[in-house]
């Protein structure tokens, strides 16, 4: 059974760094786009940044210059780096794959189960 594990949020005072990583395990035949998304207390879940197994990389407009996204294809991992996190980071992070199951090959979307991230003022 594929399932994504996230590790890494925390509470960090503002202009203080976290690093955010997401491991996906199991029968695994291929990866695509991995990424983050987060969701703060009433409102809707949103992109943060995506990478691809090409390395093309998508951020969100808010976090360009602060964050930055990469991925180790060999160990099936998506790592965020978060530098300068201001009070309005604050949210649940949500890491997302694009993958194909071994013996399905099908690609599925896969979420892990979330992790917090506070950033106090």
């Known amino acids: 059974q594929v399932q994504l594990v996230e590790s890494g949020g925390g509470l960090v005072e503002a202009g203080g760094s976290l690093r955010l990583s997401c491991a996906a395990s199991g029968s695994i035949w291929s990866v695509d786009v991995m990424g983050w998304y987060r969701q703060a207390p009433g409102k809707q879940r949103e992109l943060v940044a995506t990478i691809d197994g090409g390395g093309r990389i998508h951020y969100e407009d808010s976090v360009k210059g602060r964050f930055t996204i990469s991925r180790a294809n060999t160990k099936n991992t998506v790592y965020l780096q978060m530098n300068s996190l201001k009070p309005e980071d604050t949210a649940v992070y949500y890491c997302?794959?694009?993958?194909?199951?071994?013996?399905?090959?099908?690609?599925?979307?896969?979420w892990g189960q979330g992790t917090q991230v506070t950033v106090s003022s």
């Open positions: 997302y794959a694009d993958l194909a199951p071994y013996g399905d090959y099908r690609v599925y979307d896969y």
